[in-house]
């Protein structure tokens, strides 16, 4: 059963900094390139960042240089760190691999 996991977000004042993580199953981090996403009210759903099985990793434009994302195959888990955060970042931020995506955590950035 495939089943990727997330945990952190929440709420945090603007130039914040967050972590999220997800852990992913076993044989899908082992295949697949793994990305975060997020999707804003009203918006649709957009890729932040996303890290190849070598570890090359992608990022948006709009979290360029605020954001940092991250492989352990050790542990198959993918984390986003986020820095500096604004308030045009809050969204749920979701966990994808392959077909399949994660249950989706809120951050909030407010002050």
């Known amino acids: 059963q495939v089943q990727l996991v997330q945990s952190g977000g929440g709420l945090v004042q603007p130039g914040g900094s967050l972590r999220l993580s997800c852990v992913v199953s076993e044989r899908l981090f082992n295949q697949a390139l793994m990305a975060w996403y997020r999707q804003a009210p009203g918006k649709e759903r957009e890729l932040v960042a996303q890290i190849s099985l070598g570890g090359r990793t992608t990022y948006a434009d709009s979290m360029h240089g605020r954001v940092t994302i991250s492989r352990d195959n050790a542990k198959n888990l993918v984390d986003l760190q986020m820095n500096n955060l604004k308030p045009e970042d809050t969204a749920v931020y979701y966990c994808?691999?392959?077909?399949?995506w994660g249950q989706g955590t809120q951050v909030t950035v407010s002050s």
């Open positions: 994808h691999g392959g077909t399949f």
